[in-house]
């Protein structure tokens, strides 16, 4: 039963990929008692059976989203948010790839890391308050 409700969360969370730490939190906000060693093996159930797949994120920790048509990654590196990303481009690569090699891409990985707009605008924030406190010579 674990599955279906680790599938269910997953569909409708607020998040784009889930850690299992992440789904097993989730599941204790709905109130479903589970451990981290039956969400693992739900995880790698559902995994299996390619409702969910792995998002190719360097972060030592295992990402997972619910399985639907291709697309790529944007990751925040200050707060850690996944969004999805529908690229054309690496698709016209992909064909380009082949026109001139001969080689078919079947499939490509693409994570995009930098800062999310949320975390560039506290960046401006940040900064325009350090700006103003040092025209007026106040210290920080």
Known sequence: MIPHHVLELMQQGSRHCWTIDEVHSGLAGRGLASDPSSV??????????????????????????????????????????????????????????????????????????????????EDDRHAAGEAAAASTGSVR
């Open 40 to 121: 693992f093996r739900a995880v790698t159930r559902l995994e299996g059976e390619g409702q969910i797949v792995r998002v190719p994120i360097d972060d030592r920790r295992a990402h997972y989203e619910v399985a639907a048509g291709h697309h790529d990654h944007l990751v925040c590196a200050r707060c850690g948010g996944v969004e999805p990303l529908a690229c054309a481009v690496v698709q016209a690569l992909a064909d380009q790839v082949r026109a001139g090699s001969g080689f078919v891409v079947s499939d490509h990985q693409l994570v995009l890391t930098g800062t999310c707009q949320a975390c560039d605008h």
